[in-house]
């Protein structure tokens, strides 16, 4: 007894010697800085891009000029990601070719300039014939994801399915580069797009834009089956003066969130390969060795850390909208 007294009281001592006597109070949960906290736990190391992107240092990656004759700037080559998966994206966005013998599904276009050398010609150097695209998926009507869709439309009789309020959104907007797409399938929440053994699950999920749309679907690894969350719609910051879009965006990112855990989501994808890291993960695919996890497993337990990182980056961005926050990034 006088041991485990002694011991107890010797471990006090250590536990408040350990104590800084001038650590800060934590803030308040529902406070910009609590949230802002909240989201830089959820995220840890594996998403500092997209957190520092949407919440650290708030910021779009639209890079006003760039055009096709810079390409040393943002020209990437293509790579095999999983067994039915293909990255076909630039330094700055993606574009993904969901792959099966009997027909193949793109998912986002990129800018006008970017489509013909990284969707086109970048699917014939991965030995993919762009006559065999059944379908084009455009996560959200925005110029840096559309403008290549017109392209896979016109030249390969492609179908193409985006969300009712962004085909508004593109057919009422201003000029697009290579052309508008002729309004095709509009999507319906819980809709699933099936080629030959793929399915591509679609949940509406508006904040970003109206009509932003993210999927579910299947990936192989070397013949193991795993499960990819694409997120449409990643950036709040088209949000930040408007508390109502956020309120709209958090739901989503829930909504996405549930779907992935009831489908078991060890991975999670977006559009912009410069924020969510797409660019570095798929070069290093190429030092991989046998049995090593895949630089895009992030396990389930990643994937709802990530959508909980933006929830809590669209409550930060949201506090400041409303002006309740006591201090700026
Ligand atoms: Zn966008």
Redesign the pocket.
């Known amino acids: 007894m006088v041991r485990a007294l002694a011991l107890a009281s010797a471990s006090c001592i250590g536990l408040s010697l350990a104590q800084p006597a001038n650590r800060p109070a934590p803030p308040p949960p529902d406070s910009y800085e609590g949230h802002l906290a909240a989201a830089k736990q959820a995220a840890g190391f594996d998403f500092t891009g997209t957190l520092a992107r949407l919440c650290v240092v708030p910021s779009t990656s639209f890079r006003d000029g760039v055009t096709a004759q810079d390409r040393a700037g943002w020209y990437a080559e293509p790579v095999k990601v999983f067994d039915n998966l293909y990255w076909l994206g630039t330094k700055i966005h993606s574009s993904w070719a969901l792959t099966d013998p009997r027909g193949i599904i793109i998912i986002d276009t990129l800018f006008n300039y970017a489509a013909g050398p990284e969707i086109v010609d970048g699917m014939r150097k991965m030995h993919l014939d762009p006559r065999n695209i059944k379908y084009v998926i455009l996560s959200?009507g925005?110029s840096?994801?559309d403008e290549g869709v017109k392209l896979l439309q016109d030249k390969y009789g492609a179908r193409v399915v985006a969300g009712g309020p962004d085909w508004d959104m593109m057919e009422n907007g201003p000029d697009m580069p290579g052309g508008k797409p002729r309004r095709d399938i509009v999507a319906a929440d819980g809709q699933t797009i099936t080629v030959g053994g793929n399915a591509v699950t679609i949940l509406t999920t508006p904040g970003?834009?109206p009509g932003t749309l993210s999927l579910i679907f299947a990936v192989r690894d070397h013949g193991k089956p795993m499960v990819v969350a694409y997120s449409g719609?990643t950036?709040n910051i088209p949000l930040v003066h408007n508390p109502a879009g956020l309120a709209q965006f958090i739901d989503s990112q829930r909504k996405l969130g549930k779907a992935a855990a009831e489908s078991g989501a060890s991975i999670v994808m977006a559009n912009h390969s410069e924020f969510d890291g797409a660019y570095t993960k798929v070069r290093l695919l190429a030092a991989r060795k046998a049995g090593e996890p895949h630089p895009y497993d992030v396990g389930t337990d990643g994937v709802q850390r990530y959508f909980k990182m933006t929830d809590e980056c669209a409550q930060a961005t949201r506090m400041k909208a409303l002006g309740q926050a006591s201090l700026s990034p």
């Open positions: 959200h925005h840096d994801h970003h834009t719609g950036s």
